[in-house]
């Protein structure tokens, strides 16, 4: 194989999202015991559901009848049964009954793939393997996470475009003295400055070199195995109640080669009295002025084009983009040559 062949199967990877990473699909309230609910993540479709004791399970979206959505049927007895011909699936993926057929030989067969799932945060996430990685390893979760000083509200947003513009657009610090200028949060700080990357333990760090803590100053991200996240503290006014910035912890899902969906906590290090107030303040006031916010980053990003990128002229300010585009491409190059089809086409 070429190295030009070898780079457009990299170059495919990562735009229709890494294998072998656990990725946020959906909100928890959205599966329940009551009804399937389908999702998509790197063009794949999944249903999703909570079996008798609440666990959640998740199959390819595929009934092994006749290969419609599974995600259209019904829960049965903590099962999953196909609207079509009613066949019932266990959370495992084996047929347990074909109710229209008695002694059907397709009881007891596992025929539909299952994923790992796991629950935290109000958010659930899903295993995508990858051939050097079948099996999921542990989720490492943001220290926000499991700190019991921190709390947050989840909010996600579908973005209709690549995935690979959503982390641009967490690359690029810059963006928030422009794009959101008018905004409550970040209207403050300089309009000029010279961007910096320093490596972390588990990533990087890009920041302005001009401030700190006066506007989107800068955004870390960490690669562990098995996931990939960030994090970028937002700074509050006084008017905003106690407490110090806001956090976010950003997880970014592609759903398709042309859609992702955004998983953003947005999170304080408060407790007591002082959560108590900021959770009161954020739904009453400033959830709203948050999306607003949230809604320039969609709205721009879905303006351009999906060949954005073959247009681009990146000059300082991009030192991030091209650290996580790297990120990217690194984690793509092991997807590819860890397939064992790879180097025989
Ligand atoms: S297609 Fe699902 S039961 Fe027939
Ligand atoms: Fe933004």
């Avoid at 700074?235 to 109640?241: E, L, S, T």
Wanted: proline residues 5%; contains cysteine.
């Amino acid at each position: 194989m070429s190295n030009a062949d070898a780079n457009t199967l990299i170059e495919n990877r990562v735009n229709s999202g890494i294998l072998g990473q656990w990725y946020p699909v959906s909100k928890s309230v959205e599966v329940t015991k009551d009804k399937p609910h389908g999702v998509e993540a790197l063009g794949e479709k999944f249903v999703l559901w909570r079996d008798e004791s609440g666990e959640v399970q998740c199959l390819s979206d595929i009934c092994p009848h006749r290969g419609v959505p599974l995600s259209k049927g019904r829960i049965h007895n903590g099962n999953v049964s196909c609207a079509y011909h009613g066949v019932i699936v266990s959370g495992d993926g084996t047929v347990v009954s074909v109710p229209a057929m008695q002694n059907c030989a397709l009881e007891g067969q596992k025929t539909t793939k299952s994923f790992e799932v796991y629950e935290i945060y109000d958010a659930i996430f899903v295993y995508i393997p990858s051939p050097d990685r079948p099996k999921a390893p542990p989720l490492k979760l943001p220290k926000e996470f499991v700190s019991p000083n921190w709390s947050g509200f989840l909010c996600t947003s579908v973005w209709d475009t690549n995935y690979r513009y959503a982390f641009d657009n967490l690359a690029d610090p810059m963006h928030g003295s422009y794009l959101h200028a008018e905004s409550f949060t970040l209207a403050y700080g300089s309009k000029e400055d010279v961007m910096d990357v320093t490596k972390t333990e588990n990533g990087f760090i890009v920041s302005r070199t001009g401030q700190t803590s006066e506007n989107f100053d800068w955004t870390e991200f960490e690669f562990h195995e098995g996931t990939m996240f960030c994090f970028l503290d937002i700074p509050y006014p006084k008017a905003a109640g106690p407490g110090g910035n806001m956090r976010i912890v950003g997880f970014v899902t592609p759903v398709n080669e042309s859609t992702c969906k955004v998983f953003f906590w947005r999170m304080r290090e408060v407790t007591g009295i002082q959560l108590e107030s900021w959770r009161f303040l954020y739904r009453a006031e400033l959830e709203s002025r948050h999306w607003k916010v949230l809604e320039q980053d969609r709205e721009i990003l879905e303006a351009a084009s999906d060949e954005a990128r073959t247009h681009e002229n990146l000059y300082q300010h991009d030192i991030g983009v091209g650290n996580i585009r790297f990120a990217l491409f690194e984690l793509a190059k092991s997807n590819v040559e860890s397939d064992p089809a790879y180097g025989t086409q």
